[in-house]
């Protein structure tokens, strides 16, 4: 076993050896977080196209080669290869044929349960190697040589959680169930009641029709959920379209008033600084003016100013006789000078200061204003006049919303007309898909003991009678598909799900994969128990069905009835060891052939397998297969 997940490459030839793949399997199992491709074998699809195309692909490869399984449950070990044709599995009741289907459901994206993990074990291992022998061109996504094997693969962990594998590379379970359902087919009980839901008719009908609906359905597919995106983001633009409308209107008002107010930044802090002067001005007034009258002018002409030049002469003239004075005279002389420039600038200041209470009036209402602004709109008047730029560019952004929003309606309605002629086209193309199928199908039921039945298929559309809308659409289209059956000559037809029993819902099941397999089907095909509920000539002809089926595909079946197992060309059986040296029950799998295959069909019929007469019924139903 590759290290980092599975098989990886082995070629064909290497698998198909006796004994091949023994040294590979045990310990193995691959460490987590190892998900490394194996050389040769890179699988690389990313996006859900890319995934779809390598599906579509690998229906171009080969069989299902090798079936690996480590303990799952009370499967200790095993390694199934498988051939061509018809193979069958069988084994007492109990013994474990179930876990075999329940492994490959596993490699089709089946919920994990840690139940299944064998006691005393960390994990649980389940591989499917796939060979490409009859490859013929490059498979989108995966980078495979001819000759060499494809491997897909899961590891089981404790608490429910899952690895999934391809080519040794790690993937996503939904990735895994993607390509793995392009190789296997897998048709279990579950899955025949499911053929009487219409989703899955539908399904079934679309993969008969083969690449050109499926290719079809895909692009319908891409573009339904292109709708839908498109949809979510308009109603997203017109949610709530009266509040975003008020919204709009109160931005537009708001940018107004700030507009209209005509605020710069520091104007409230130079009006404040107005307003009190205005407020102090008689005050100011008269300060100024007292200082100047009493430097310049004094009361009866006694000025200071005049006062000091009165006393500048003396100082002078004694500044003559000692000179120490001269510096006392000067400085003197520079105080006259002095106090009557601050007398004349006083007396200018009084004059200049004005006492208007007009001003003050329209100071205080612009400033009342400015808080109105700001009692709205941020505490400073800076933060106002940003709020007014954000609201600018919150309407341009409306504005554009608004383009934004027609653009939006226009590209839907155009996807939302390109969707409908679409569904119309499917739909087409599932009508002439349906006849053929009822045709392949009605056929096939006539081989299984089904002379008189009828089989149709009915195709409405979803949502009333009248003309093809959006409203009518699905993700798969705009059409009901239902398949119809009658058992009984000269009743009408009625919807599957309410006429058919077990056994006659098995055989439809076999007539319809039968038909698809001859058109777009996995190139395996798996059924677990589709014998239920038939036994006798029917399940002979279930057989006859069955290596049929076998003849253009690989067929895999877990069977109860000898008159199918008698037709296998590779004869499996499931044995159960409730005894093992361990302690826990084990259960293995080996290939019968020759008296190994007489001994079982024997078991199978209820009888010993050392009863002579049972056995020559065995020869003779291995002796009547062998001719057909």
């Given at each position: 076993?590759?290290?980092r997940?599975?098989l990886?490459?082995?070629?064909?030839?290497?698998?198909?050896?006796p004994?091949?793949?023994?040294?590979?399997?045990r310990?193995?199992?691959?460490?987590?977080?190892?998900?490394?491709?194996?050389?040769?074998?890179?699988?690389?699809?990313?996006?859900?196209?890319?995934v779809?195309?390598?599906?579509?692909?690998?229906?171009?490869?080969?069989?299902?080669?090798?079936l690996?399984?480590?303990n799952?449950?009370?499967?200790?070990?095993?390694?199934?290869?498988?051939?061509p044709?018809?193979?069958?599995?069988?084994?007492?009741?109990?013994?474990?044929k179930?876990?075999?289907?329940?492994?490959?459901?596993?490699?089709?994206?089946?919920?994990?349960?840690?139940?299944?993990?064998?006691?005393?074990?960390?994990?649980?291992?389940?591989?499917?190697?796939?060979?490409?022998?009859?490859?013929?061109?490059?498979?989108?996504?995966?980078?495979?040589?001819?000759?060499?094997?494809?491997?897909?693969?899961?590891?089981?962990?404790?608490?429910?959680?899952?690895?999934?594998?391809?080519?040794?590379?790690?993937?996503t379970?939904?990735?895994?169930?993607?390509?793995?359902?392009?190789?296997?087919?897998?048709?279990?009980q579950?899955?025949?009641?499911?053929l009487?839901?219409a989703?899955?008719?539908?399904?079934?009908?679309?993969?008969?029709?083969?690449?050109?609906?499926?290719?079809?359905?895909?692009?319908?597919?891409?573009?339904?959920?292109q709708?839908?995106?498109a949809?979510?983001?308009?109603e997203?633009?017109?949610?709530?379209?009266?509040?975003?409308?008020r919204?709009?209107?109160?931005?537009?008002?708001?940018?107004?008033?700030?507009?209209?107010?005509?605020?710069?930044?520091?104007?409230?802090?130079?009006?404040?600084?107005?307003?009190?002067?205005l407020?102090?001005?008689?005050?100011?007034?008269?300060?100024?003016?007292?200082?100047?009258?009493?430097?310049?002018?004094?009361?009866?002409?006694?000025?200071v100013?005049?006062q000091?030049?009165?006393?500048?002469?003396?100082?002078?003239?004694?500044?003559?006789?000692?000179?120490?004075?001269?510096?006392i005279?000067?400085?003197?002389?520079?105080?006259?000078?002095?106090?009557?420039?601050?007398?004349?600038?006083?007396?200018?200041?009084?004059?200049?200061?004005?006492?208007?209470?007009?001003?003050?009036?329209?100071?205080?209402?612009?400033?009342?204003?400015?808080a109105?602004?700001?009692?709205?709109?941020?505490?400073?008047?800076?933060?106002?006049?940003?709020y007014?730029?954000?609201?600018?560019?919150k309407?341009e952004?409306?504005?554009?919303?608004?383009?934004?929003?027609?653009?939006?309606?226009?590209?839907?309605?155009?996807?939302?007309?390109?969707?409908?002629s679409?569904?119309?086209?499917?739909?087409?193309?599932?009508?002439?898909?349906?006849v053929?199928?009822?045709?392949?199908?009605?056929?096939?039921?006539?081989?299984?003991?089904?002379?008189?039945?009828?089989?149709?298929?009915?195709?409405?559309?979803?949502?009333?009678?009248?003309?093809?809308?959006?409203?009518?659409?699905t993700?798969?289209?705009?059409?009901?598909?239902?398949?119809?059956?009658?058992?009984n000559?000269?009743?009408?037809?009625?919807?599957?799900?309410?006429?058919?029993?077990?056994g006659?819902?098995?055989r439809?099941?076999?007539?319809?994969?039968?038909?698809?397999?001859?058109?777009?089907?996995?190139?395996?095909?798996?059924?677990?128990?589709?014998?239920?509920?038939?036994?006798?000539?029917?399940?002979?002809?279930?057989?006859?069905?069955?290596?049929g089926?076998?003849?253009g595909s690989?067929?895999?079946?877990?069977?109860?009835?000898?008159?199918?197992?008698?037709?296998?060309?590779?004869?499996?059986?499931?044995?159960?060891?409730?005894?093992?040296a361990?302690?826990?029950?084990?259960?293995?799998?080996?290939?019968?052939d020759?008296?190994?295959i007489?001994?079982?069909?024997?078991?199978?019929?209820g009888?010993?397998?050392?009863?002579?007469?049972?056995?020559?019924?065995?020869?003779?139903?291995?002796?009547?297969?062998?001719?057909?």
């Amino acid at each position: 076993m590759d290290q980092r997940g599975g098989l990886g490459v082995r070629r064909w030839t290497e698998l198909r050896r006796p004994g091949a793949g023994q040294q590979h399997r045990r310990g193995d199992i691959p460490a987590q977080g190892e998900a490394a491709a194996a050389p040769g074998c890179q699988f690389l699809p990313e996006t859900a196209g890319q995934v779809h195309q390598a599906r579509a692909g690998i229906r171009r490869l080969g069989l299902l080669a090798e079936l690996n399984i480590r303990n799952l449950a009370v499967i200790p070990d095993a390694s199934i290869r498988f051939e061509p044709g018809l193979n069958v599995i069988t084994g007492e009741t109990g013994a474990g044929k179930t876990l075999l289907a329940r492994a490959i459901a596993l490699l089709l994206g089946s919920r994990a349960d840690s139940g299944m993990i064998r006691p005393g074990e960390d994990e649980a291992f389940v591989e499917a190697v796939f060979d490409t022998e009859g490859m013929t061109a490059a498979v989108p996504g995966l980078d495979l040589i001819p000759g060499e094997a494809l491997s897909v693969s899961r590891r089981l962990l404790p608490g429910g959680r899952s690895r999934a594998y391809v080519c040794g590379r790690g993937a996503t379970v939904a990735v895994l169930r993607e390509l793995a359902s392009g190789l296997m087919a897998f048709s279990a009980q579950h899955e025949q009641r499911s053929l009487m839901m219409a989703d899955r008719q539908a399904d079934i009908l679309d993969t008969y029709a083969g690449s050109e609906v499926t290719d079809m359905r895909e692009e319908y597919r891409l573009l339904y959920e292109q709708r839908l995106e498109a949809a979510a983001r308009l109603e997203a633009l017109t949610q709530d379209s009266r509040l975003r409308q008020r919204e709009l209107e109160l931005l537009e008002f708001q940018l107004a008033e700030i507009k209209a107010a005509g605020a710069r930044a520091g104007e409230d802090g130079e009006l404040e600084r107005e307003k009190t002067m205005l407020l102090k001005a008689a005050e100011l007034k008269s300060a100024a003016g007292a200082l100047g009258e009493a430097l310049l002018d004094g009361a009866g002409g006694d000025s200071v100013k005049e006062q000091l030049s009165r006393l500048l002469p003396a100082l002078q003239e004694s500044a003559e006789i000692d000179a120490g004075v001269e510096s006392i005279a000067g400085r003197l002389q520079d105080c006259v000078f002095e106090l009557e420039d601050l007398g004349r600038e006083a007396r200018d200041y009084a004059g200049a200061v004005v006492d208007d209470p007009q001003r003050l009036q329209e100071v205080e209402e612009r400033l009342e204003l400015l808080a109105q602004l700001k009692r709205k709109y941020g505490p400073s008047l800076e933060e106002v006049l940003s709020y007014g730029e954000a609201a600018a560019v919150k309407l341009e952004t409306a504005a554009a919303c608004d383009s934004d929003e027609t653009s939006l309606r226009e590209e839907l309605d155009r996807t939302e007309a390109e969707l409908v002629s679409l569904a119309l086209e499917l739909r087409q193309a599932r009508r002439k898909a349906a006849v053929r199928l009822e045709d392949e199908a009605q056929g096939h039921l006539g081989e299984l003991a089904f002379d008189s039945t009828l089989f149709s298929i009915s195709l409405k559309q979803l949502e009333g009678d009248d003309a093809l809308g959006v409203d009518h659409l699905t993700a798969s289209g705009a059409d009901l598909v239902e398949f119809l059956v009658s058992f009984n000559p000269g009743m009408p037809a009625a919807p599957l799900a309410d006429t058919a029993s077990g056994g006659e819902l098995s055989r439809v099941m076999l007539a319809v994969k039968s038909a698809i397999s001859g058109s777009a089907g996995a190139p395996t095909l798996v059924f677990d128990e589709i014998d239920a509920g038939i036994g006798g000539e029917t399940g002979t002809a279930v057989g006859q069905k069955l290596k049929g089926l076998a003849a253009g595909s690989q067929v895999i079946c877990i069977t109860h009835l000898a008159q199918i197992a008698c037709f296998a060309d590779a004869h499996f059986s499931v044995i159960k060891n409730s005894a093992a040296a361990s302690g826990v029950t084990e259960t293995g799998v080996r290939r019968l052939d020759g008296e190994g295959i007489v001994d079982e069909l024997c078991r199978m019929m209820g009888s010993d397998p050392s009863d002579s007469q049972a056995r020559g019924h065995a020869a003779s139903l291995l002796e009547r297969s062998a001719s057909v």
